[in-house]
């Protein structure tokens, strides 16, 4: 009667949330959205502020019939008018729907009439979790090849990063209008949301519990690993590769500790004099210390010559850089203003490749906060009380570098591998509740 051992799995499937669809920004004619092939002027949406070129008011829309489709196009829209369609995002006609296997196994055991200790390992796998890819990528080895000046014609561009929509010629008089497929110049960094990511998670967890008439104490304690290939739709994948991303999630924590606490304190043991103000305090807290998140190392220079460029929906580029092997020296004290790992173990990647150095393989500053309450109970019948509290968090006002972004990622930044963010300084309140 002291011992329970409980396990369980189930398969569960759900739909595509809602959200998502706030992301699928079709193009005119199709849609409401337009995306300027450059930084546009406020004044006149549709002249390029770099060049001053008129890129063609595509509105007002002449929406096509309800029944366009491939088989039965409408040939009274000017498609060149909005050519090429670029930034545009959609779901994969091709997408089912998303389930999730959970499965755990526990073991608890009571220590004492007040104490119990449980154990469990707690799992889970994802499948058919979107994906957010470059519909139309840029060819990397055809760009490699358009890339040599001997390669092109006298006069001709040669192709390079952001070179994916630019016209060619090559040496034997050959057009190349960009170097994208397998649409074309039509279209440009358009992007389907497309059903073919997979996650897993497994887990150690642990907890104690105590209680007793003049307090309690929780502790747990997690040991934990989560892998997908993208954490959100903002983390762009290789089209050509869906597994190539595959890394540790944007929130994994290895090592999770945490403890909640709230004692009575005996001012009423002390004397018998003053009840109301001796009795109903109470001290309580709760302390985490925890590992960080995993670093994001990313880069927008686009040496992958795909062009998966961020556009709103995809806010990190494919791209990433290259690990040449050396040691990452994490710093174990941030507060020393160096960097927190060492940005010499990264170099931009080479042209034609979106790097060799995952998106994410090891994590930031970790966290030792405590959060602290002092409570007094003024009790008016059996079920109505007054509490005043005062409350702070990060009492001791330590500085927390915790969080997923930080510390710069982004190998194009001149604070690559520097902490830029820190969490919330500490936080005095005083507040009154109400219980009934």
């Not at 010499?344 to 906060?369: D, K």
Request: net charge negative; charged share 15%; hydrophobic share 35%.
């Amino acid at each position: 009667d002291k011992t329970s051992i409980r396990a369980g799995y189930g398969m569960f499937y759900s739909v595509i949330q809602g959200q998502v669809l706030g992301f699928d920004l079709p193009q005119p004619p199709y849609g409401l959205s337009y995306t300027s092939p450059g930084p546009p002027l406020f004044a006149e949406p549709f002249r390029t502020a770099a060049n001053g070129s008129f890129t063609g008011n595509p509105f007002p829309l002449n929406f096509p019939p309800l029944n366009t489709s491939i088989n039965h196009p409408d040939p009274n829209v000017d498609f060149s008018v909005f050519e090429p369609v670029a930034g545009a995002t959609g779901p994969n006609p091709h997408n089912t729907f998303p389930y999730n296997e959970n499965y755990f196994l526990s073991i608890e055991r009571q220590l004492a009439p007040d104490t119990v200790l449980s154990a469990a390992y707690v799992g889970s796998q994802a499948h058919h979790l979107l994906l957010t890819y470059s519909v139309n990528p840029g060819n990397p080895a055809l760009c490699l090849a358009l890339s040599n000046p001997a390669a092109v014609a006298p006069g001709s561009a040669t192709c390079g990063p952001f070179g994916e929509d630019t016209q060619y010629v090559s040496a034997s008089g050959q057009v190349f209008q960009g170097t994208r497929g397998p649409f074309g110049s039509a279209m440009s960094n358009d992007d389907f949301e497309g059903s073919y990511g997979n996650s897993s998670y497994n887990s150690l967890q642990v907890t104690l519990r105590h209680s007793s008439s003049r307090g309690s104490l929780l502790l747990g304690y997690t040991f934990s690993r989560s892998i997908d290939q993208a954490s959100a739709l903002g983390d762009t994948v290789d089209p050509f590769d869906y597994k190539r991303t595959r890394a540790l999630s944007a929130w994994d924590l290895t090592h999770n500790f945490v403890a909640s606490y709230e004692v009575q304190l005996p001012f009423d043991k002390l004397t018998h004099r003053a009840p109301l103000l001796t009795r109903g305090w109470a001290f309580s807290g709760i302390t985490r210390a925890t590992t960080g998140f995993p670093v994001t190392i990313k880069s927008n220079d686009d040496n992958s010559l795909q062009g998966s460029i961020p556009n709103g929906v995809n806010n990190y580029s494919l791209d990433t850089a290259d690990y040449n092997g050396l040691a990452l020296n994490l710093s174990g004290n941030p507060r020393n203003g160096l960097p927190y790992f060492n940005p010499g173990a990264f170099s931009e990647s080479a042209l034609g490749e979106p790097g060799t150095a995952a998106r994410r393989s090891f994590h930031g500053p970790g966290e030792l906060n405590f959060d602290l309450a002092l409570l007094k109970n003024f009790p008016f019948t059996e079920h109505k009380s007054l509490q005043f509290r005062v409350e702070a968090f990060n009492t001791f006002n330590h500085a927390e570098f915790f969080g997923p972004a930080a510390v710069q990622g982004n190998i194009d930044s001149p604070t690559f591998g520097q902490v830029i963010k820190a969490a919330p300084p500490r936080l005095v309140q005083a507040a009154l509740k109400f219980l009934f």
